[in-house]
């Protein structure tokens, strides 16, 4: 995926473009694509989550998932997600 295209479409592959996104909860948001390809005209809803932290700030304590110093990497396809790193 390009810098500053939301998602390609899947049709024609062509990048979307975002007409207006719904906040589910503080973690999740519906997300709904126009594609840019006037001619494919194709229009989607998908999903965006908090997956884990890779950095957080610094004095505020935060209770969601971080990633472990020593496994920072993408996680595959079936992977549970990692658990907090104690304070
Ligand atoms: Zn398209």
């Excluded at 494919?40 to 990633?67: E, M, N, Y």
């Amino acid at each position: 995926m390009s810098r500053g295209a939301a998602a390609r479409c899947p049709y024609c592959k062509s990048p979307g473009r975002i007409r207006n996104s719904e906040e589910v909860s503080l973690l999740h948001r519906d997300v709904y694509i126009d594609c840019a390809n006037d001619a494919c005209g194709h229009r989607w809803k998908a999903q965006l989550s908090f997956v884990h932290s890779i950095s957080t700030p610094s004095g505020v304590p935060i209770d969601l998932p971080v990633t472990p110093h020593r496994n920072r990497r993408s996680p595959r396809d079936g992977e549970p997600p990692p658990v907090p790193v104690p304070a």
